[in-house]
C-alpha cells in the first residue's frame, strides 16, 4: 500500500470527524483554543488508535467487530444528535454547559467517529500492511480536518444564526444512518 492510498483512506476516515467538526463549530459551545486543541487532537489520537486496535484484533475476531460497529456508531451519534437537537429548543444559558471538548460528549464523539478505522485496522492486519504509518496519517490528517471543520463551523454559524446547533444534531444521526445503512 503507498502513501497516495494511505492518504485517501485517511480522508475517508475523516469524513465523519470532519463533519462532527462542524457542527461543533457551529454550536457555539466550543470555546477557545484550548477547546479547538482538544476536539481535533482527540479525533486525532481515536482515529490513529482504532486502527492500531483493529490490526492488533487481527482475524480472530474481525467477524464479531464487523457484526456490532455499526449499531455501536449509530447509538453513539443517535444519543449524542438528540441532545443536541433539545439542546437547541433551550435558552442560550441552558445550553452553553456542553462544550463537545469535555467529558462523555468528546468520548462518544471520538469513538463514534473512529469505529470505521478499527474495521480499516482488521483489514490492513488481514493483508499484513505495517500498520505504524497509516495510523500516523490517519491521526494527522484527520487532526487537521477537524480543526478545519471547526472554523468552517464557526464561520456557519456566525452567518446562519445561533439554531445551527439542531442542524449539527441532524447531521449527527444522518451520519449515524449513513454508517448503519453501509453496513446492512
Known amino acids: 500500500m503507498n502513501t497516495p492510498e494511505i492518504i485517501l483512506i485517511a480522508i475517508g476516515l475523516a469524513m465523519d470527524a470532519f463533519a462532527v467538526s462542524i457542527a461543533a463549530g457551529t454550536s457555539g459551545k466550543l470555546q477557545g483554543k484550548r477547546g479547538i486543541f482538544r476536539l481535533s487532537f482527540h479525533f486525532g489520537l481515536f482515529q490513529a488508535l482504532m486502527p492500531l486496535l483493529g490490526w492488533l484484533a487481527g482475524i480472530h475476531i474481525a467477524h464479531l467487530i464487523r457484526a456490532v460497529d455499526h449499531w455501536i456508531a449509530f447509538a453513539l451519534l443517535l444519543f449524542v444528535g438528540v441532545r443536541m437537537i433539545r439542546a437547541s429548543f433551550q435558552t442560550d444559558a441552558e445550553t452553553f454547559q456542553a462544550d463537545p471538548s469535555r467529558g462523555m460528549s468528546l468520548v462518544m464523539l471520538s469513538v463514534a467517529t473512529s469505529i470505521d478505522a478499527l474495521a480499516v485496522g482488521l483489514s490492513l492486519a488481514m ?9 500516523a496519517m490517519i491521526g494527522i490528517i484527520t487532526a487537521m480536518l477537524s480543526v478545519t471543520g471547526i472554523f468552517a463551523g464557526r464561520y456557519l454559524g456566525k452567518k446562519i444564526g445561533p439554531r445551527m446547533e439542531f442542524i449539527g444534531g441532524v447531521i449527527l444521526i444522518l451520519i449515524g444512518l449513513k454508517i448503519l445503512a453501509s453496513h446492512l
Open 127 to 135: 493483508i499484513q500492511i505495517n500498520i505504524w504509518y497509516p495510523c
